[in-house]
């Protein structure tokens, strides 16, 4: 930290500014010498104005924010920097905007988790670049530990549970797509590919059997962390241990 800390008083950078960390990992795991200080040169030509250097056989980019909370997707270098990473197995993993140095080391964390998350849960298209942003997996970081130790029971209300253990797959997929389409019936139902009705049944059904009712902000919030549940349990291979 003291190292850093030097380095970027030498480059002015402001210490207390607003910072995103990226992380450049290898894909291909060659990690050799070579490409990583070549890849760290062209890094270095995209982010002039940022500090870049090696940590842990990564390649690690402070960027700096200055004053101003805009999405890192949103600076001059972001275009050039997309069509960079398009050409090399690079994944590349975006920590929380953080403010002053003292904050590197957890989205350092932050940056990995990304990566790790978006690996994992299949997150990552093959025809776009990789690039992962941890605000995108914040509910996945909060819910793993619950998933791996089996104690989603402290968590989420047994009504949840027992909807999670009998696995209807019509019911959980309406779930998703009620929270995912901000609980627009009409655009739901047509996602869905069923009729407007059955959506209804459905909605109902939910409430009938299972005592939960999508009316209700304090069912959503936990229905929500039950469906990220489940993706960390398909993408780690993990059992629930709910029956």
């Given at each position: 930290?003291?190292?850093?800390?030097?380095?970027?008083?030498?480059?002015?950078?402001?210490?207390?500014?607003?910072?995103?960390?990226?992380?450049?990992?290898?894909?291909?795991?060659?990690?050799?010498?070579?490409?990583?200080?070549?890849?760290?040169?062209?890094?270095?030509?995209?982010?002039?104005?940022?500090?870049?250097?090696?940590?842990?056989?990564?390649?690690?980019?402070?960027?700096?924010?200055?004053?101003?909370?805009?999405?890192?997707?949103?600076?001059?270098?972001?275009?050039?920097?997309?069509?960079?990473?398009?050409?090399?197995?690079?994944?590349?993993?975006?920590?929380?905007?953080?403010?002053?140095?003292?904050?590197?080391?957890?989205?350092?964390?932050?940056?990995?988790?990304?990566?790790?998350?978006?690996?994992?849960?299949?997150?990552?298209?093959?025809?776009?670049?990789?690039?992962?942003?941890?605000?995108?997996?914040?509910?996945?970081?909060?819910?793993?530990?619950?998933?791996?130790?089996?104690?989603?029971?402290?968590?989420?209300?047994?009504?949840?549970?027992?909807?999670?253990?009998?696995?209807?797959?019509?019911?959980?997929?309406?779930?998703?797509?009620?929270?995912?389409?901000?609980?627009?019936?009409?655009?739901?139902?047509?996602?869905?590919?069923?009729?407007?009705?059955?959506?209804?049944?459905?909605?109902e059904k939910l409430k009938t059997k299972y005592f939960i009712d999508l009316k209700n902000s304090d069912s959503l919030i936990k229905l929500r962390l039950a469906i990220v549940s489940l993706e960390i349990l398909e993408g780690y291979k993990l059992d629930l241990g709910l029956n």
């Amino acid at each position: 930290m003291l190292l850093i800390r030097k380095k970027l008083s030498n480059f002015k950078f402001n210490l207390d500014s607003n910072m995103y960390l990226l992380c450049l990992c290898d894909l291909d795991n060659i990690n050799s010498k070579s490409k990583i200080n070549y890849v760290k040169q062209m890094v270095q030509g995209i982010f002039e104005k940022h500090y870049v250097f090696i940590f842990e056989q990564n390649i690690i980019v402070l960027y700096n924010n200055k004053n101003s909370f805009d999405y890192f997707n949103k600076g001059d270098e972001y275009k050039e920097f997309i069509e960079f990473i398009q050409n090399y197995t690079l994944s590349v993993g975006v920590s929380k905007l953080f403010d002053g140095i003292s904050g590197i080391r957890n989205a350092y964390f932050e940056s990995l988790s990304a990566i790790n998350f978006a690996n994992h849960l299949n997150f990552t298209d093959s025809e776009k670049p990789f690039i992962n942003f941890y605000d995108d997996f914040v509910l996945h970081d909060l819910m793993y530990d619950f998933v791996v130790k089996k104690k989603l029971h402290y968590i989420l209300d047994s009504t949840i549970l027992k909807l999670l253990a009998d696995n209807n797959t019509n019911l959980i997929t309406t779930v998703k797509y009620y929270l995912d389409y901000n609980e627009n019936l009409n655009l739901i139902a047509e996602k869905l590919g069923i009729h407007y009705n059955t959506l209804k049944y459905r909605i109902e059904k939910l409430k009938t059997k299972y005592f939960i009712d999508l009316k209700n902000s304090d069912s959503l919030i936990k229905l929500r962390l039950a469906i990220v549940s489940l993706e960390i349990l398909e993408g780690y291979k993990l059992d629930l241990g709910l029956n």
